[in-house]
């Protein structure tokens, strides 16, 4: 998971939603780091870092973002630049890390689901998700990458216990929307005619 939709998330206190449709979840140190440094600047964020302090280990791991081969490789790939000129530019450094990570996962046979919002994060994840899917494709024994961001997770829980109706699932998106504008028009998105709302 990727910091933009953590903090939104958990500055809401909907971890349970998140956990409800996505299972336990795992983020790079950077990324945790960015929730609760965010928690700490800005008010708006306060409950995240309260919300945090309460999950689990088994809901919430927390990978060391130590260099292996493996991650360096990963890292050089996503950014273009290798791990120890990458890991001191902090813009950004969380999508890569959650991708890294991903990868690494992936390339190791397991298949991760990677919860990220930003435009250039998606793309990244999208490009490694393909070239894992070549690898397949010529036989390499390779896990996958599959992208899902917040709206995904909103249109999963929609008619269950967190969002059992339309007004709950348009007074969330304003909420979450208030914390992030990145998040489209609630019109823009297919959430308020989903077939559970039948």
């Given at each position: 998971?990727?910091?933009?939709?953590?903090?939104?998330?958990?500055?809401?206190?909907?971890?349970?939603?998140?956990?409800?449709?996505?299972?336990?979840?795992?983020?790079?140190?950077?990324?945790?780091?960015?929730?609760?440094?965010?928690?700490?600047?800005?008010?708006?964020f306060a409950a995240a870092e309260r919300v945090w302090k309460r999950l689990p280990p088994r809901l919430m791991e927390v990978l060391p973002?130590?260099?292996?081969?493996?991650?360096?490789?990963?890292?050089?790939?996503?950014?273009?630049?290798?791990?120890?000129?990458?890991?001191?530019?902090?813009?950004?450094?969380?999508?890569?890390?959650?991708?890294?990570?991903?990868?690494?996962?992936?390339?190791?046979?397991?298949?991760?689901?990677?919860?990220?919002?930003?435009?250039?994060?998606?793309?990244?994840?999208?490009?490694?998700?393909?070239?894992?899917?070549?690898?397949?494709?010529?036989?390499?024994?390779?896990?996958?990458?599959?992208?899902?961001?917040?709206?995904?997770?909103?249109?999963?829980?929609?008619?269950?216990?967190?969002?059992?109706?339309?007004?709950?699932?348009?007074?969330?998106?304003?909420?979450?929307?208030?914390?992030?504008?990145?998040?489209?028009?609630?019109?823009?998105?297919?959430?308020?005619?989903?077939?559970c709302w039948q």
């Open positions: 998971m990727d910091a933009g939709p953590g903090i939104n998330f958990l500055s809401l206190n909907k971890e349970r939603l998140l956990f409800s449709v996505l299972g336990a979840l795992s983020v790079p140190e950077i990324v945790r780091d960015e929730i609760l440094r965010k928690a700490r600047q800005d008010q708006r973002d130590d260099v292996t081969d493996e991650l360096a490789a990963a890292v050089q790939r996503i950014s273009g630049i290798p791990f120890d000129q990458r890991i001191r530019t902090s813009k950004d450094l969380g999508e890569t890390m959650v991708i890294a990570h991903a990868v690494v996962a992936a390339e190791a046979g397991e298949h991760a689901i990677v919860l990220i919002d930003d435009g250039g994060g998606c793309r990244a994840a999208a490009f490694e998700a393909q070239r894992l899917q070549r690898l397949r494709n010529a036989s390499h024994s390779v896990g996958s990458i599959r992208l899902v961001s917040s709206i995904t997770v909103l249109e999963r829980a929609a008619g269950g216990e967190h969002l059992p109706d339309r007004d709950a699932m348009r007074t969330l998106y304003s909420r979450l929307r208030n914390l992030d504008d990145g998040l489209p028009p609630l019109s823009d998105t297919k959430l308020m005619s989903l077939p």
